[in-house]
């Protein structure tokens, strides 16, 4: 690997210096960074490019590049030279001026020295790969000792911590019983915090405040020593005190001897940094660190992640930029007052007062009067308040306490909402604690710039997670008046975390001000964000959004790590919305990165620029409210296939078919339905003992089972439900794949219509098709009830041919759809058999798989229900359309009885798992250009026709999803993992084999059918 990067290096660099007829250090040391990178990626190093560090005189000094170590401290440094100096002249000068001899590289393109701790430990011509290779290997090698250090310590911290943490918990809970003078301290203190943090907090969350105090107490003193940043905070203090009454002395030491280690290589560490800035996100990193072994449930829900630095000053630049344009104000002038409601680690204040530098006095008064932030978490909190008054100390050269930080719960806060030009100051609480007095102050101010990362976890996946984000009815009743009335959505997920500080933060600005917010980027195209998008329309005069892109989700070619900018799976946008007395709507304005940037690539497009510089598409957002992805075509005129209001019942509206259903949500697929029924029995035999079991044990739900709301619900309502073998059925569970299930109304959340559809004994199929967007648009058939999620990411929503359980109608197309057809076919042309609603079934069937139809309207079939164009006018093109649908539908209806497509099979024994008395290897892998598909290390199937692999649902082909669904891979449920483990492909093999012989020719014929569709003239 590393020679192949070396090679690699070699060909770019003179390919370089050819290109460009030059080598000059700006142009050639192109090629060393990117080998340098290539090696850091697989050391788990990041590369930064111009990297800063402070001289033993503290100067600022600028390296080409740094590596930097997970816990963000460098560890080693790059420093380029033209080939024309002279190189060893260069390194002495360098050293002079300060720069790091511990672990550094030079090279000058011809040439390349490593210094480690001052010495020249080798040195070597770039042509000579050997030597090359062993340089790069002691760089790569080198252990700083405080790292190595670190990184024992956080493992026996990880370790360790929960002991402590238990140990701490018994000692606050005792001292609460018997320690008057704590109790009384601690009950004061919940007061204080109820009032600002959050009203529902107890004394557990009292407790957890306390232990967070004490364990980190230490490192945040070690990192500033001798500074009162830490000592003298007014939250600090009060805890401080309440730790006095219980935990001093031995006590304390006894307690906290585990976690020495820990401290000890943090005090280190931190005294050998010498820079402020590394300081700083040394700080950061610890407290990622440090939180997330703590309680990785809040970091996840709180958003424990720092924001960037590119992204922080360019969200500080522009909105600075548009203060001045729209407001003739700049951020630094009087009254300007800004607010960050999530603070976190104070990254966006420090850069503010970095932002401010040059102006002593007007910071002075910005820093002590008109600097805000908010934060609900005790560490964060601290980190933050260290942060912020260290950067302060560092610029001014003065320590001053940052009055402006408060403990609070923003969106609880909403005292200060709607304070306009004019207001009176309503008084907040009668107490007198400093941070309830910081949080008045705060309140009464005009706010006129609000900016910020606040945290966007939106829903909990598992309920078992109990992870759920908490109600803030002020700001949700806000939300609901507003983004939700505005919404056409049927179901609305705006209750989460950043639509509730964008709702908060809209009311909180004053009449004229700049909200500028990095958050997830769904409110763009979510079609569940139309109101909202309405509404911040409405209520702004400028919008300006920068899509930073990421949505793994929405593009699985997409790694979060690699393209996202926070690393995680949830696409990004940075929003600057302009409020503007007597505005009346807005301005809208959108740029996008491309969407396979690197994150790394993003962050270096923001660096050093802002708004004033970006070229920006103005946007046109249509009636409907959306902004991208706009649509001009005739979509409108076709016939609507099914709609809200027919389904209704409501008078005047028309579609085709008169109801339609989502598929089956079970919520716990892998508990009712597995591969096969003595094991699908086995699992639900299990989990309906535990759920009965729970009720036994007071009603307390054992988490060795799969719980969500309404299964909660309906076991507080007492339902029960014996089991039942009888209750096993069928599914279609993935494409090609149907499996058993346990049909229950007890422990199966959401059957849809499933038992007007498919009731047993009545032979029907329907029509399933994709909603939400994140696929491009689907449509399968079934005769028997479908899951929710068929192709895994969207959802699906089902046309039955015919309904039961109404009263006797069991027809579901309507005469309405049959009269447009009739009409519209009818008259001309010879009519040699009457249109009937079957055909009209598979006319639909054919249209939905029309690759012309697809590609035309795929942005309203994202988006909205199909409609349906009524192809040519004769009689003979319906019937050609109709013919297509139905061959269409008795392939996919009956891939398991067509006839097989004739694949060879080649079976080479695979001695060695023979001899070892095992099954064969299980590969199930797809070999499109060998056209082969290698089943396991014995069985390979020849013959898989190219065109094959050419009708694809969602993300596979049809055969990769046969392949995807026989792999034998560990369950995610942890029960079920360890106790019903228990499918082997080898049981399934030669099932398989035929499967795939039969979905072979299912694809190939699809797809010439395909074709014909796409050669039609229309
Ligand atoms: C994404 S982080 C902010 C990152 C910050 N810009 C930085 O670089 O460190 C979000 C922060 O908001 C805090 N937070 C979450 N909900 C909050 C709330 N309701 N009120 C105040 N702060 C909150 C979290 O504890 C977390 O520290």
Known sequence: MSKLLINQYLGDLSRLKQVSGTSRESVVREAFK????????????????????????????????????????????????????DLDAEIALKFKRGYPKDNIIFDDSTQVVLIQNGIEVTRCRVEDTDSLQKLLGLFFGYQRPEIAEFRKAVEQFTTDLPAVIEALRAMIESAQKTNAAFSKAAKTFLLHAQKTINPSLTEEDVREILIQHILTDEIFDEVFPGQPFHKDNNVARELHKLEETFFTGNVKFQTLKGLEVYYRAIRSAAARIGSHHEKQTFLKTVYENFYKVYNPKAADRLGV?????????????????????????NLIDRDVEILDPAVGTGTFITELIEHFRGQPAKLKHKYLEELHANEVSILPYYVAN??????????????????????????????????????QVADLFGMGDENVERIKRQNRRKISVIIGNPPYNANQLNENDNNKNREYPEIDRRIKDSYIKASTAQKTKLYDMYSRFFRWASDRLHDDGVLAFITNRSFLDARTFDGFRKIVAQEFAEIRVVDLGGDVRANPKLSGTTHNVFGIQTGVAISFLVKKRGSRGARIFYARRPEMETAEEKLASLAGTSLKFLTMS??????????????????????????????????????????????????????????????????????????????????????????????????????QEPFDETRLTKWLYRPFTVRPIYDSDLFIDERGAASRMFPSGQANSAICFTVGGRLDFNAFATSMSASLTVLSLDANQCLPRRIFGGEGDVENITDWALKQFREHYGAKGKQPQPITKDAIFHYVYAALHDPVYREKYAQNLKREFPRIPLYGNTAGDFWRWAGWGEKLMALHLGFETVEPWPLTRTDVPDEKARKAGQAPKPALKADKIGCRIVLDSETTLVGVPAEAWTYVLGNRSALEWVLDQHKESQPKDPTIRARFNTYRFADHKERVVDLLARVTRVSVETQAIVDAMAAEPR
């Open 305 to 329: 992640v720092y924001t960037p630095n590119e992204i922080v000053r360019f969200m500080i630049e522009s909105a600075d930029w548009l203060c001045e344009t729209h407001f003739r104000r």
């Open 618 to 719: 103005e946007v046109m957002p249509d009636g409907a409210g959306h902004w991208l992805n706009l649509t001009q075509n005739d979509f409108e005129t076709l016939l609507p296939l099914a709609t809200k209001a027919t389904k209704s019942g409501k008078r005047g509206s028309n579609a085709i078919f008169r109801t339609f259903s989502l598929g089956v949500s079970t919520n716990r697929d892998s508990w009712v339905s597995a591969h096969t029924e003595g094991e699908t029995l086995d699992r639900m035999a299990y989990f309906i003992e535990a759920f009965e079991a729970s009720r036994e044990g007071g009603g307390i739900p054992t988490t060795s089972i799969k719980w969500s709301r309404n299964l909660k619900r309906r076991f507080d309502q007492g339902r």
């Open 386 to 423: 260290l942060n912020i008054e260290a950067t302060y100390a560092a610029i001014t050269g003065e320590y001053e306490e940052f009055p402006g930080l408060c403990l609070v719960d923003t969106l609880d806060n909403t005292a200060g909402l709607g304070r306009k030009t004019g207001d």
């Open 34 to 85: 990117d080998l340098l990178k290539g090696y850091a990626r697989s050391h788990d190093l990041v590369f930064v490019p111009e990297f800063e560090i402070e001289s033993p005189a503290k100067e600022r000094r600028y390296v080409d590049g740094a590596l930097l170590h997970a816990l963000r401290l460098p560890f080693g440094y790059w420093e380029a030279k033209d080939e024309k100096d």
